[in-house]
């Protein structure tokens, strides 16, 4: 008996979306994905891809738009560069090559229409078919050392429920995020979520627990994005979709949020990704301690 036979709510896939402009990161993402801005040595989308797989979600597709080439090249093969490195004797580099190309099986399809997050995962729905499956943001790295997914796995597998990554933030910054409304459970880290808002003003927020860029969600939520009209910004809002199974568990199950308060990298706006490269970098065994003197001293000079 295969596992999803076992369980109906098994996942195996996951969506990333990255059909968006980048365009807080002009010039730079002129002619490059911002997913492509390399965290030291590795793309931001890697770590993303990385995670999944580490999740054990190796089926993958990410939705893209124009000018995504270079993204898909860098999980490809590239054979010339690959025999160079091996004719240089150079297996220590050739094996971070050979990884992006070998770490899942991913899949690609166009988003058309800018038209918001809510339809970009709209567009997974013939590739998912009848089943669970995980959304995962790039502008969000999870620390490979924080098992966030894996932990929203099993509460969705577990209850069935559609599940969302929450933290608590400054309430002065909850208007940047989805907020929900909330009520505990027997277990510290899970929440049920009652109400949704996308983006509230700060003195109309139900909470300080901002929706973060993870979700796994039931294939039933594709039916509530069909229906679900412009929101804010005139755009399809997957926060909307959401609510709608909030409100209407009968629909597509449940919400329930997993309040993660472990290291989560931001990398959306400019200052966020420096901050996320310099934490990631000084973390790393190779630069690692060169870079936290360095730092040490610069402190003093500013």
Not at 109 to 136: C, N, Y
Not at 194 to 199: A, H, R, S
Not at 276 to 296: M, S, Y
Request: with cysteine; hydrophobic share 40%.
């Amino acid at each position: 008996m295969s596992s999803s036979a076992k369980n109906p709510y098994k996942v195996t896939k996951a969506v990333i979306p990255v059909a968006g402009m980048g365009t807080r990161f002009l010039p730079a993402t002129k002619a490059m994905p911002k997913e492509m801005l390399p965290i030291v040595d590795k793309p931001v989308i890697q770590y993303v891809v990385e995670e999944a797989v580490d999740a054990g979600l190796e089926d993958i597709l990410m939705i893209t738009g124009r000018n995504k080439n270079t993204l898909e090249n860098h999980f490809d093969r590239v054979a010339e560069l690959e025999y160079t490195l091996n004719d240089k004797g150079d297996h220590a580099k050739l094996a971070k090559v050979q990884h992006s190309s070998q770490l899942a099986d991913i899949h690609y399809t166009r988003q058309g229409d800018p038209d918001g997050l809510g339809h970009a995962v709209l567009r997974a729905k013939s590739h998912i078919a009848e089943h669970s499956f995980a959304v995962l943001l790039g502008d969000d790295i999870i620390d490979e050392r924080d098992k966030l997914l894996a932990r929203m796995l099993e509460v969705h597998e577990a209850t069935g429920d559609n599940v969302v990554a929450l933290m608590e933030v400054d309430p002065s910054q909850i208007h940047l995020y989805g907020c929900a409304s909330v009520e505990a459970t027997d277990e510290d880290d899970v929440v049920k979520i009652y109400d949704l808002i996308e983006k509230p003003a700060t003195d109309e927020a139900p909470s300080n627990l901002a929706i973060i860029g993870r979700y796994v969600l039931r294939h039933e939520m594709f039916e509530l994005l069909e229906e679900t009209e412009r929101g804010r910004g005139n755009e399809i809002q997957l926060t909307d979709a959401l609510l709608k199974a909030a409100k209407d568990p009968s629909r597509a199950g449940g919400m329930r949020g997993v309040i993660f308060k472990g290291r989560r990298y931001d990398t959306g706006d400019k200052l966020d990704y420096i901050k996320a490269t310099l934490r990631i970098a000084v973390d790393r065994e190779d630069i690692g301690q060169d870079l936290r003197e360095w730092l040490h001293g610069f402190s003093k000079e500013i």
